[in-house]
């Protein structure tokens, strides 16, 4: 090849060898640059597959991060509702308490009452000592009246004969004085059996104010322990025959039932679906009317509540108007259906016992509620 590019330069110059050297250069480097460009961006794609990779990851750990988040806010929304409910509970052991402070207090009354009596006995009994005492002043005055009229007696018969008939007056007036002497020891005697029989009666009065305190107090908490039992059996049931629904929970000893399942809003015209789970209510009442005895003395208390906000023109012209209205809808709805009047209480809390103090919607919504709770009479 030298030798013909010897020969052909001979004859002139030929750039062709050098085109085709630069040319195979040009596309070693061109095929270079892409090789390494692929290279590149492979390792761009790896890269890239990496983020990407670890972007998935921190998404997926902010998804559980807000997924705790919410469970963590749902836990502190049912703290809030444990609360409320101890808050309720603790209200009506309150309420409870005050009753049986109030028979506490009757029975002491009679206690008092009783005590009065005891003392009008005893003013009674010092008054019959003070009549002994005076009997016994006369027994003696008429016993040294005697002892005077039998020596003036004697004396008479001794110093005269002739007035005899003196004498037998004399001896007429010491009978009668003795026999007034015996008729007073009788009436003495009676005045103390008397007393003894006002001192008796006074210890047994006293002894059967004890055992009725006592009785009392037992039959008191056996009927609210009795009555507490058929009200958790009531509860069971109604949860059972209603189903777990959210808009239906136990606070305490108390079963709340959100007012939208009955009414409509600032309404107290019962809904046929509020009619329809009456009648499951109804039903349980009935039942419970001849399960619990008959000396139990039980209501089945129906209570209204609205939320805070005020109501603005309308039927009523107050909270306490509107939830008195659906306590006694929800009464009278009952006694339709076979509850017996005297085993229920309509009772209107407005807006002023609520179980959720917050601001919000589902704040209101919670405390518009209708309430059944089985107490004692």
């Known amino acids: 090849m030298a030798l013909a590019r010897t020969r052909r330069g001979e004859s002139g110059m030929n750039y062709w060898p050098g085109f085709v050297d630069a040319l195979s250069t040009l596309i070693l480097s061109i095929i270079f640059l892409l090789s390494v460009f692929v290279v590149?961006?492979?390792y761009l794609q790896q890269e890239v597959q990496g983020q990407n990779t670890a972007l998935q990851r921190l998404n997926a750990q902010i998804a559980g991060l807000a997924e705790q988040l919410s469970m963590a806010k749902s836990d502190k929304a049912n703290l809030q509702s444990q609360l409320a409910g101890l808050q309720a509970s603790l209200a009506g052991a309150q309420s409870d308490r005050d009753k049986f402070q109030a028979l506490y207090?009757?029975?002491?009354?009679?206690a008092a009452a009783a005590q009065g009596k005891v003392n009008e006995l005893s003013g009674e009994l010092a008054g019959a000592q003070s009549d002994r005492d005076k009997y016994q002043a006369l027994y003696q005055g008429a016993a040294a009246d005697a002892t005077a009229a039998q020596n003036k007696a004697s004396a008479l018969s001794g110093q005269l004969q002739g007035e005899k008939d003196i004498s037998a007056k004399a001896l007429d007036?010491?009978?009668?004085?003795?026999?007034?002497?015996?008729?007073l020891r009788q009436q003495l005697a009676a005045l103390n059996t008397a007393l003894d029989v006002s001192e008796k009666k006074d210890a047994q009065s006293q002894q059967r104010i004890t055992d009725l305190g006592q009785r009392l107090n037992v039959a008191l908490a056996k009927d609210v322990q009795e009555l507490s039992s058929y009200r958790s059996d009531f509860f069971g049931k109604l949860r059972s025959i209603l189903g777990n629904r959210p808009d239906m929970r136990i606070v305490g000893d108390r079963f709340v039932l959100q007012s939208e399942i009955f009414f409509d809003t600032s309404k107290a015209d019962l809904k046929p679906q509020g009619r329809a789970e009456l009648?499951?209510?109804?039903?349980?009442i009935v039942e419970l009317e001849g399960q619990i005895p008959p000396d139990i003395a039980w209501v089945l208390r129906v209570d209204g509540h609205t939320d805070v906000r005020p109501i603005s023109g309308g039927q009523f012209k107050s909270n306490w108007d509107l939830s008195a209205a659906r306590a006694i809808a929800v009464v009278?709805?009952?006694?339709?259906?076979?509850?017996?009047?005297?085993?229920?209480?309509?009772?209107?809390?407005?807006?002023?016992?609520?179980?959720?103090?917050?601001?919000?919607?589902?704040?209101?919504?919670?405390?518009?509620?209708i309430e059944f709770k089985l107490t004692e009479r």
């Open 40 to 42: 590149v961006q492979f």
């Open 105 to 110: 207090r009757g029975a002491a009354a009679d």
């Open 332 to 369: 009278q709805y009952l006694i339709d259906k076979g509850v017996a009047p005297d085993r229920l209480v309509a009772a209107a809390f407005g807006q002023y016992d609520p179980i959720d103090t917050g601001a919000t919607e589902d704040a209101y919504r919670r405390n518009r509620r």
């Open 173 to 183: 007036q010491v009978e009668t004085l003795n026999s007034q002497l015996a008729a």
């Open 279 to 284: 009648d499951k209510v109804a039903g349980a």
